[in-house]
C-alpha cells in the first residue's frame, strides 16, 4: 500500500474510531427494569443499541411480584424508563398504582396472540399447570391423577410441591386458577385438603423444580410448573431424547394462562428509546429467540413456534378469577392462603 493512502487509510480510520467512541459514551442510558427470568440474546441487545444510539442498563428485580413492588415504591422517583414483565396476574396491581404510561407504539396496536389491558403491550404468553414424572408413576403403579381432587387422597399423599404465592409468581398463578375455577371458598377448602395430604411448599419455582420435584432427584413427583417446561427438558438434555421424561397435567382448575407485558413506566426518561424498546420486544427477531431462552409462546402474531414446543401443546382450557376480583381480592386470598396451608 502506497505510503499517501496508507496514511489517509488510517487518519480516516481514526477518526472514525473516535467518532464511535464518542457516540458510544454519549450515549443516553435506557434504563429496563425486569423480572429476574428476562433473557434476550446480547447480539439482539447490541443491535438495539447500535440502531438507537443508547445505553441499555437492565436491572432485573426479582420475581415479578417484587418488581412490581420497586415500581411502585419509587414511583416519585422511578427507577426505569421502560419495564417488561408484568403479567396479567399483577396487572390490576399495576393499573391501580398508576405507574405505566401509554404506548403510541405500532406494536401497541397490532393484535396480539394474548391480551392485556393497556397500556401493557404483550410480548409472550405461557400455561402454569402442574407437571409430573413419568418414571417415578410407571415405577411406583400410581395412576396419573386426573382431577385436583385426586391430589386430596390418601393415594397421592406427599405427592405434590408448589410454590409459595406471597414469593412466587407460578405459586400465585397457581392458586389463582383453583379459585378462578372453584370459587373463593370451595378452593380454600381444597388447600385445606391439601395441606392434609402432606403438601410440600417451596419458596419459588426454581426450589420446587430443581430441588423438590423427583425428576432432578426430590421427593415430590407432582410439581407446579409450566406447560412448556417438558419441551425444556428434551431442548437442554445431555443426551438426545425423542420423548421428555416429564408431561404437563392439565387437570381443570389446575391451569392459569400467564401474559406478560412491556410498557412506558409514567415519569421515565428517553420516551423515544422505551418505545423503540417496546416494539423491539415484539420484532420477530426477539420473539423468535425468547422462546426457547424464557420458554414462553410468541404473543406477536404469525412468528413461528420453535421446534422444541412440539413437546408443549398449549392447554385447552384455563381458569382465573376477573380482574376486578384480583385486584380488589388478591393480596387477601394470599393472607388466607398463609393462614390455611402454613399457618
Known amino acids: 500500500m502506497p505510503h499517501g493512502i496508507f496514511s489517509f487509510f488510517k487518519t480516516t480510520l481514526g477518526a472514525a474510531l473516535l467518532t464511535a467512541g464518542l457516540t458510544a459514551a454519549n450515549a443516553a442510558d435506557l434504563r429496563v427494569l425486569t423480572h ?8 439482539l441487545l447490541a443491535q438495539f443499541e447500535k440502531d438507537n444510539g443508547v445505553k441499555l442498563r437492565i436491572t432485573k428485580g426479582g420475581d415479578a411480584g417484587e418488581m412490581l413492588n420497586k415500581l411502585i415504591l419509587t414511583k416519585a422517583n422511578p427507577i426505569a424508563d421502560v419495564v417488561y414483565g408484568i403479567d396479567n396476574a399483577f396487572a390490576p396491581k399495576a393499573l391501580a398504582a398508576g405507574v405505566l404510561d401509554t404506548s403510541t407504539t405500532a406494536a401497541a396496536g397490532r393484535k396480539p396472540a394474548a391480551e ?28 396419573v391423577p386426573k382431577t ?70 426430590g421427593k415430590h413427583p407432582i410439581v407446579v410448573s409450566y406447560a412448556t417446561s417438558p419441551a425444556a427438558e428434551v431442548f437442554y ?19 392459569f394462562r400467564q401474559v406478560e407485558g412491556v410498557a412506558l413506566v409514567k415519569g421515565g426518561k428517553q420516551r423515544p428509546a422505551a418505545e423503540k424498546f417496546v416494539e423491539f420486544m415484539r420484532s420477530p427477531a426477539v420473539q423468535t429467540a425468547m422462546q426457547t431462552d424464557m420458554w ?4 406477536e402474531a404469525g412468528v413461528a413456534k420453535a421446534d422444541a414446543f412440539r413437546f408443549a401443546p398449549e392447554p385447552t382450557a384455563f381458569n382465573a378469577p376477573s380482574d376486578a376480583d384480583i385486584a380488589a381480592k388478591g393480596s387477601d386470598w394470599v393472607a388466607r392462603w398463609t393462614k390455611v396451608v402454613l399457618k
Open 36 to 43: 429476574s427470568s428476562f433473557t434476550v440474546p446480547k447480539p
Open 116 to 143: 392485556l389491558p393497556a397500556p401493557l403491550v404483550p410480548v409472550d404468553y405461557g400455561y402454569v399447570t402442574l407437571n409430573y414424572d413419568k418414571a417415578w408413576f410407571a415405577k411406583n403403579g400410581v395412576a
Open 148 to 217: 385436583l381432587d385426586d391430589l386430596t387422597q390418601p393415594a397421592y399423599a406427599k405427592l405434590l410441591v408448589v410454590q409459595n404465592p406471597a414469593t412466587s409468581s407460578p405459586g400465585y398463578a397457581f392458586l389463582l386458577s383453583t379459585i378462578g375455577a372453584m370459587g373463593e371458598d370451595k378452593a380454600f377448602d381444597f388447600w385445606a385438603k391439601l395441606r392434609a395430604n402432606g403438601l410440600k411448599v417451596a419458596k419459588g419455582w426454581t426450589e420446587a423444580y430443581y430441588t423438590e420435584f423427583s425428576q432432578n432427584g
Open 237 to 255: 438434555s445431555k443426551t438426545k431424547l425423542s420423548e421428555p421424561p416429564t408431561a404437563s397435567l392439565s387437570l381443570p382448575g389446575a391451569v
Open 296 to 299: 414462553m409462546y410468541p404473543a
